[in-house]
């Protein structure tokens, strides 16, 4: 039996040693790697420290396509800062802790009141935010306040907190299938925040979780050396999204082809 103790304990210490060994070079590895990170963020920030970055809104905006945005009521599909994470992290879930896709440039400095007016002046849109952490519409609903507060801080806040000083509308959730014989029942009606344009009030239909009668898009941002800043492009119609990329140079603005390799840095 004593045998059977000290190999126990001997296995049990080996065991150990080795856990303690991986932690250790996890450890320097992860140290390591934020060292680099931290070094190409600093490197981003400098190219675009005196960029014109409204006027780069501006160059965004008329870039993209809002023939294939017919509806007068457009969802703008909003996520979180890659960094942006509250709350306990799940198994083996990882966080960057330094941002290297986008620190100069990003969702929240696009959607400002400064943009969403160009757009709904130019294109007489209602502008709806859509989370996509949150899954769903700016609402005071106590599951989605939970969401928000878990994904969206700092930067990330700023469009749900300015999208609640605006108007209130209606959307009735329904949902269709083969329990209900295919008809459509009211399932709840709810209130979330949008843009208005002209203070136009909304009532809007969700069936099976898609808003009807609505244009969708998203925005996606990335920073690189050099002062270049390159934005995916999706009209959430099913078909490729569009990768589009601008440096500034000599104190302005000018569309460069978007290089393959950069499109990478979207999977994040």
């Known amino acids: 039996m004593k045998i059977l103790v000290f190999i126990f304990l001997l296995f049990s210490s080996a065991m ?27 490197k981003i920030l400098s ?13 965004i905006v008329s870039g993209i396509d809002f023939t294939r945005l017919q509806h007068e009521n457009l969802v703008f599909h909003f996520r979180n800062l890659c960094n942006d994470r509250r709350g306990p992290l799940m198994f083996e879930e990882d966080i960057c802790w330094v941002n290297t896709v986008n620190p100069a440039y990003h969702h929240a400095d696009f959607w400002t009141s400064r943009t969403i ?7 007489h849109k209602n502008l709806i935010p859509g989370l996509k952490r949150a899954d769903g519409l700016i ?8 969401t928000a507060a878990a994904y969206y801080a700092g930067d990330s806040r700023k469009i749900i ?17 083969q329990n209900t014989g295919y008809k459509a029942v009211v399932q709840k009606e709810s209130t979330f925040y949008y843009f208005p344009y002209r203070n136009k ?3 809007l239909t969700r069936l099976n979780g898609r808003i009807m009668g609505c244009g969708s ?10 002062g270049i800043v390159t934005v995916k492009t999706d009209y959430m119609d099913g078909n490729d999204a569009v990768y589009t990329s601008y440096q ?21």
């Not at 060994?21 to 060292?35: G, P, T």
């Not at 104190?251 to 994040?268: C, G, M, S, V, Y």
């Open 16 to 42: 150990t040693a080795q856990s303690t060994e991986k932690w250790i070079r996890d450890s320097i590895r992860k140290e390591s790697q934020r060292r680099q990170d931290e070094t190409l963020r600093v």
């Open 161 to 177: 907190d300015l999208a609640k000083t605006k108007k209130r509308g209606k959307v009735i959730d329904k949902i269709a299938g």
């Open 139 to 146: 609402t005071d609903s106590e599951e989605f306040n939970h």
């Open 201 to 203: 009030k909304l009532m």
């Open 117 to 123: 007016r160009l757009i709904q002046e130019k294109y």
């Open 217 to 226: 898009i998203f925005l996606q941002f990335a920073n690189f050396p050099d």
């Open 248 to 268: 500034f140079k000599d104190r302005k603005w000018t569309e460069i082809p978007a290089k393959q390799e950069d499109q990478l840095k979207f999977n994040f």
């Open 47 to 59: 190219g675009l420290k005196d960029a014109d970055l409204p006027a780069l809104s501006e160059k």
